[in-house]
Nanobody, 125 residues
Framework: QVQLVESGGGSVQAGGSLKLSCSYT?????MGWFRQAPGKEREQVAI????????YYADSVKVRFTISQDNAKKTLYLQMNMLKPEDTAMYYC?????????????????????WGQGTQVTVSP
């Protein structure tokens, strides 16, 4: 059982930056960040393939967001720059131990069995 705890959310103005952290009990093959805005479905933000360090990003956050992890500290990060009001959402850390999956399936939250409780990010105009 992987336990995940997010932190680092908050309120910022458009154009600002935030860095989210997710502490985990042990590393898994895939780890990532998803977000869910009110009235919308949960969507993938960024995924990291732990063995090789490969990353996947949603088109809406490419260039602006960076996912990384420090296995020694058992912490996953999401650096968010040039934030926009449309980035406002609850951000969740997720983990998937099984590495056998098509890359496009990583966009589906149901393929990640472990979740944190979420941290709120609010971006004002």
């Amino acid at each position: 059982q992987v336990q995940l705890v997010e932190s680092g959310g908050g309120s910022v103005q458009a154009g600002g930056s935030l860095k989210l952290s997710c502490s985990y009990t042990y590393n898994t093959i895939f780890m990532g960040w998803f977000r869910q805005a009110p009235g919308k479905e949960r969507e993938q933000v960024a995924i990291i393939y732990s063995p090789g360090g490969g990353t996947y990003y949603a088109d809406s956050v490419k260039v602006r967001f960076t996912i990384s992890q420090d296995n020694a500290k058992k912490t996953l990060y999401l650096q968010m720059n040039m934030l926009k009001p449309e980035d406002t959402a609850m951000y969740y850390c997720a983990a998937r131990p099984d590495g056998v999956i098509a890359s496009n399936a990583l966009q589906n939250p149901s393929n990640f069995p472990y979740w944190g409780q979420g941290t709120q990010v609010t971006v004002s105009p």
